[in-house]
Structures are given as structure tokens and as C-alpha cells.
């Protein structure tokens, strides 16, 4: 096993202050797009959305797909940066704030004065489904041009967000081609099943050319291959990519890695809370795990037990408790 300060990761991607509220099925209903999904919003529609709440009780916190993977990455040990687009706001300082409290590294972050942070608000359903609306505000105007191989340089891997290609897809082939001219490392988490039907033609391509390590949910896999069986869809994604995990909730994964396929069951969750960043904090544990040296089972088992410590909890943030559990899996 490696030491965890020589695990250097950057992660590249939209940060966002998450708005976290429970809801009834009749609002998700009430409101555009599929539940499930996350759709982007303009800001006026998103002060509409929170207007309709009313006096629903709403928790911010740091978030962001890639975000939360780094963020948890850094809390078990290792050396992380993120790349993202923020304004120099309260809520931009938040964000910085609580990044640097974990040892991150903030001197990548670029800014803008023109809009505010960008804001998602997460329904959370009493089926404990998360649907995402969200304004990218500040994390919009991220340019390609901004990105360059030196934001990379001095880490070992990348880690970036599907949802970045809904930004610009220059901007994500950028990112993809910086951090691999840097000599990293690449991994994807897809994120949802409208990036996958945006990229269409282009995913393959893209995880071809550029991606170590791909995470994709059933839908996302489904919407990849076009076909509802998960072990189809594993063996598709391992014709482009050496690396993927697609993630089948309380059914556990299913890992290919080099040619060698393995399942790894989900840790049993009495008390399912909030699924927000369930998928974000599994890739944390996979790829820490890989990245100290782990068997393709224990990384699987890793980011399992993250998905399950996060679930329990309203949005991506875990207490010291479940940390604590965490900590003891990783201990020699």
C-alpha cells in the first residue's frame, strides 16, 4: 500500500453550493423534466423553484459531482485541487473555505465577477430519489482557453464530471486532453443519462482517446449501449475503457478492469435518507483505493461503504462518525 499523501488527485467540474430539500412526489411531478434526472435552469427559474417551496426547510453545503468526489478523496488522506469556476461571493468563500479546511488546494479555482456561484437544488423524494435542478451561475463561464496542461501538473490523476460536457464540449475535451498531456491518469463519472444522450456519438470516442476510468449508473449504462442489461452495457463500456464500474444502487456494481470482471455487493442500509452524491462518494473510494494499491474487490467494497455512510445523511457531507468507520477499513 502506498501513504495517502502520495495519492495526488485534481478534480475538474462545476462547484456548486447545494440546496438540499425533502419533498413530496406531487412537486417533483409539478415541475419540468424527468424525475431522477438533473436539468439545467436559468436563475430566475431557479429563485421560481425556490419560491414554490415556500418554508421547506433547506440545507447548503458544498457540492458538485466532481466536487464531492475530490472533496471525500481529501478527507481520507490525500492531496487534491479543483478546477472550477466560481464568483467571489459569501457563497464562493464558503465553498474555498470548506475546501481548505480538508488540506485542498484552492489555487485552481478561476473566478468571475459577472455571476453568482452556481446553485443546485436537490429535491429529495420520501423514496429517498434525488432530482437535480440547476443554475451553473459562475461555473458556466469556464472557458477552454482557461484550462491548461500546468493545472495538472504535480498530480497523478484527474478526475472529471460528465456534467462539465453540458458546459461546452470544447471545454471537456480540453480538460480531458490537458490532464492527460500533464501525464495523468483520467477518470469519468458520467453523471446522468441526459450527458450520455448529449454526447451521442462523441462518448465513445472521448473514452477511447482519453478516459482511464469510466463510472456509470444503470441508466447512464442503458442510455451508452442501448440496452437494459447491466453486464452488456460492462462489457461495452470495456471495449473503449481498461477501467469501469457501473453502479446498480442497492444491487451493488459490477467491475471490469484489465479483461478481469468481478461483482461487489452493496452494504446492507436500514435507513435510506438522501441518495445525493451516493455515486460521487463511490467513486471516491474506488479510486483511492486504487490509487494506494487495492484489489479491484476491496476498491469496489471502499466505495461501497462510502455509498452507504452517505445515504444515511441529507446531501453529500458525512459526519465524523461515519468517517470514523471509514477510517478503520483503511487501517494496515
Known sequence: MVNSKSIRVIGVGNPIVDLLARVDESFVESIPGEKGGMVLVSPHEMEGLLGKLGSAEIEKVPGGSAANTVFAMARLGAEAAMIGKIRRDEAGEFYQQTFRELGGDTSRFKFTDETPTARCLSLVTPDSQRTMRTDLGAAALLEPGEIEKQDFESYQHAHLEGYLFFNSPELFEKALHCARSAGCTVSVDLGSFE??????????????????????????????????????????????????????????????????????????????????????????????????????????????????????????????????????????
Open 195 to 332: 450527458v450520455v444522450k448529449a454526447m451521442g456519438q462523441d462518448a465513445t470516442r472521448l473514452l477511447r482517446d482519453y478516459v482511464d476510468f469510466v463510472f456509470a449508473n444503470e441508466e447512464e449504462a442503458e442510455q451508452f449501449c442501448g440496452d437494459g442489461d447491466p453486464q452488456n452495457a460492462l462489457r461495452r463500456f470495456a471495449e473503449v475503457c481498461d477501467n469501469v464500474a457501473v453502479k446498480l444502487g442497492a444491487e451493488g456494481s459490477l467491475l471490469s478492469c484489465g479483461g478481469r470482471q468481478c461483482r461487489v455487493d452493496a452494504q446492507t442500509v436500514d435507513n435510506v435518507l438522501d441518495t445525493t452524491g451516493a455515486g460521487d462518494l463511490w467513486a471516491a473510494g474506488f479510486l483511492y483505493g486504487y490509487l494506494r494499491g487495492s484489489s479491484l474487490e476491496e476498491c469496489g467494497h471502499l466505495g461501497a461503504a462510502l455509498g452507504a455512510e452517505v445515504v444515511q445523511c441529507i446531501g453529500p457531507k458525512l459526519p465524523p462518525d461515519s468517517w470514523d468507520k471509514i477510517g478503520n477499513m483503511l487501517s494496515p
